[in-house]
């Protein structure tokens, strides 16, 4: 069981930046694929990107790719998502995910594969 709580969330205009945290609580942490993903109003949730349990494979939405980057502190169960260059259309809950899958693959972007999920945090991008 891994229980997972994000922080980092705000307001912030066109073109600056957040990081948000997803504290993990558990002495199992670095078994897990841990990935965010964000909900807009109206919208699916979508895949933003994932790391791997050794945290040498990562994966990014398009949307995201040469802005956002994640990263993991095994040592302290947490996983970051610094979000630079922050677009209106980034804004949404997101949430902070993990799952056992093994390996490293297509199954690692898509929500239905993660077992556990934090309870989100707003970022709201203005204009």
């Known amino acids: 069981q891994v229980q997972l709580v994000e922080s980092g969330g705000g307001l912030v205009p066109a073109g600056g930046s957040l990081r948000l945290s997803c504290a993990a609580s558990?002495?199992?942490?670095?078994?897990?694929?841990m990935g965010w993903f964000r909900q807009a109003p109206g919208k699916e949730r979508e895949f933003v990107t994932a790391?791997?349990?050794?945290?040498?494979?990562?994966a990014y939405a398009d949307s995201v790719k040469g802005r956002f980057t994640i990263s993991r502190d095994i040592a302290k169960n947490t996983v970051y998502l610094q979000m630079n260059s922050l677009k209106p259309e980034d804004t949404a809950v997101y949430y902070c995910?993990?799952?056992?899958?093994?390996?490293?693959?297509?199954?690692?972007?898509?929500?239905?594969?993660?077992?556990?999920w934090g309870q989100g945090t707003q970022v709201t991008v203005s204009s």
């Open positions: 790391i791997s349990r050794s945290g040498y494979n990562n």
């Open positions: 558990g002495r199992t942490f670095s078994s897990y694929t």
């Open positions: 995910a993990a799952t056992g899958l093994a390996g490293w693959g297509p199954r690692h972007l898509k929500a239905p594969d993660y077992d556990y």
